[in-house]
């Protein structure tokens, strides 16, 4: 159980390093050149900060004496003619009063052209596959259907599937559904395949047209999406025009499974056991590769300034070095039970427990962390 | 004020980031380095949020420049090798302000030869001896991660450090 003593020797070795001489290689005179170096430094540099802020001050001062005059150009013939309108009032006063209705009433005027103002558009944001969609006004309030969509080979066999999304329109119902806009996401991998004809979608002998690509994925619109001419499609057609879509990078595939697979750890009722459960709460089945025959790790720390290890699962079972998948179903989990047993002081633990599934070295430490304290008594 | 401020911090840490720089870039030549890490300072101490501390918020400074050195000094290697050909330099070590004995010596190669990571973390803890949290608070690391990186380090030298010894 003492796993750390293990090491106390080695530790000891590194902190025997020695120090280096101060005084014959960093000695006082040498300290004392680079502090003055420093200071000489900070002089110049705080001589450069004042003329930055006074410069910025005077460009501030500069842009907006541009602006008073720009704006006293185009306002000028509109205050003469008010003023010529209305001579008994003050110029001040009228300037503001004049101005706020026909500033606002420009507003409006925009907001119905159906042009470009980005105030008539509401965006739908995909985190998840990284797009963003531009809808009309109309849609606000819009809802994101996932189903799958299913690519079989020329035997009829199911091949591949991925997510296929359906923004829909507030007013649709069961009765009276109205189109909806169809995306369709497929990995890069998956795409080349269908543009090779590996397989195909549906019976359509017409393949989904691309709407746009990011690193990880491809967005397609399926072909004939809307041969049942619902309510709305004539809409849906305009939309898709307006070439819609855009796709964003994820940031790659290790930052979406930590979104796809929820760990948590519990402490069992009666004894030392722990329960580590990862869900898989998308919907999208997971897989983790793993280089050994281990699956999960966890760790045992004593909670103090050091932060000693007591125990480490990994250096005391021993595993295979047989690679293996593990695939989680869109809902289901893995689940592990964590025995300690009672060989412990009374003191304050951590519990770590990860995942040892094989992904990118820099964080594998951190990978479906869950940390527990517990207390012996 | 500010300026106190960097006088006081150069006088509780310059030898403490001396210490590190040594070891970190693995030359005993790190004077300028030092240096460098006070001048950035100078230029950073408007971001510099009081809450974290000084010191490791100096050692992170530390650790950069001495990142932006080592890659530095691997670029004039390259440029050296191209132009000289076959003419092998020695490779740097800070024995001669360390006065390193066999041991010693065997040791630094072993934590040299390991990754990036494991070596921040090991001068950190155990030769700089500080604690997880500074540590934590200097790699921009969760103190798990600085625990768990440590043990892996320290398992991984012990490792190297008899392959080392076999090879000799």
Do not use: C
């Amino acid at each position: 159980m003492k796993d750390n003593e293990k090491f106390s020797d080695i530790v000891k070795e590194i902190r025997a390093l020695p120090e280096p001489d101060y005084d014959k290689t960093f000695g006082k005179e040498t300290q004392n050149k680079i502090y003055q170096n420093i200071l000489q430094y900070e002089r110049v540099w705080k001589k450069k900060q004042k003329r930055r802020v006074r410069a910025k001050r005077m460009t501030l001062g500069l842009a907006s004496a541009v602006a008073i005059l720009l704006f006293i150009m185009f306002n000028g013939p509109l205050n003469q003619e008010n003023s010529a309108l209305n001579d008994d009032q003050p110029d001040q006063i009228q300037k503001g009063e004049e101005n706020q209705p026909s500033d606002s009433e420009k507003d409006e005027t925009t907001a119905n052209d159906s042009g470009t103002a980005a105030s008539n558009k509401i965006i739908y944001r995909n985190a998840e596959y990284g797009f963003s969609f531009s809808l009309p006004k109309g849609w606000e309030g819009y809802t994101v259907v996932t189903e799958t969509w299913e690519g079989t080979n020329n035997q009829s066999e199911l091949v591949e599937s991925g997510p296929r999304l359906a923004i829909r329109h507030p007013d649709w119902t069961a009765e009276n559904p109205r189109q909806d806009i169809p995306i369709m996401v497929f990995t890069i991998d998956q795409w080349a395949a269908l543009e090779k004809g590996e397989y195909h979608i549906g019976a359509a002998p017409i393949q989904p047209s691309k709407l746009g690509e990011n690193n990880n994925y491809v967005f397609a619109l399926p072909a004939r999406y809307n041969f049942a001419f619902p309510d709305g499609y004539k809409e849906v057609e305009d939309i898709l025009k307006g070439d819609p879509l855009q796709p964003n990078n994820v940031e790659s595939d290790s930052v979406e499974i930590t979104q796809q697979l929820q760990p948590t750890l519990t402490k069992m009722d009666g004894g030392n056991s722990f329960q580590y459960v990862l869900k898989n709460s998308s919907q999208q089945a997971v897989t983790l590769t793993f280089d050994t025959s281990q699956e999960f790790n966890y760790i045992v720390w004593k909670k103090d300034a050091e932060g000693t290890m007591v125990y480490d699962y990994s250096e005391d079972q021993s595993f295979d070095n047989t690679p293996h998948k593990k695939t989680i179903a869109p809902g289901e989990e893995l689940s592990y039970t964590i025995d300690l047993g009672q060989d412990y002081e009374r003191q304050t633990y951590i519990l770590e427990v990860y995942m040892t599934s094989n992904e990118p070295e820099e964080d594998s430490s951190t990978k479906f962390h869950q940390n527990l304290e517990f207390t012996i008594n | 004020m500010a300026s106190n401020q960097i006088s006081e911090w150069y006088h509780l840490y310059n030898k403490d980031i001396y210490h590190f720089l040594v070891y970190y870039v693995g030359s005993s030549d790190v004077e300028d380095l030092v240096q460098e890490v006070f001048i950035r300072a100078i230029k950073g101490v408007d971001s510099f949020q009081q809450k974290s501390s000084p010191k490791t918020w100096i050692f992170s400074i530390a650790r950069h420049v001495g990142i932006d050195e080592i890659r530095r000094r691997n670029r004039s290697r390259i440029k050296q090798m191209l132009s000289f050909r076959g003419e092998q330099q020695d490779e740097d070590t800070p024995d001669a302000i360390l006065q390193f004995n066999e041991n010693n010596k065997l040791l630094y190669q072993a934590i040299q030869s390991l990754k990036a990571t494991y070596r921040d973390v090991l001068i950190l803890r155990a030769i700089k001896e500080l604690t997880v949290s500074e540590t934590a608070a200097i790699l921009n690391w969760n103190e798990n991660k600085v625990r768990i990186t440590y043990h892996r380090a320290l398992k991984a030298l012990q490792k190297n450090k008899e392959d080392f010894f076999d090879e000799r």
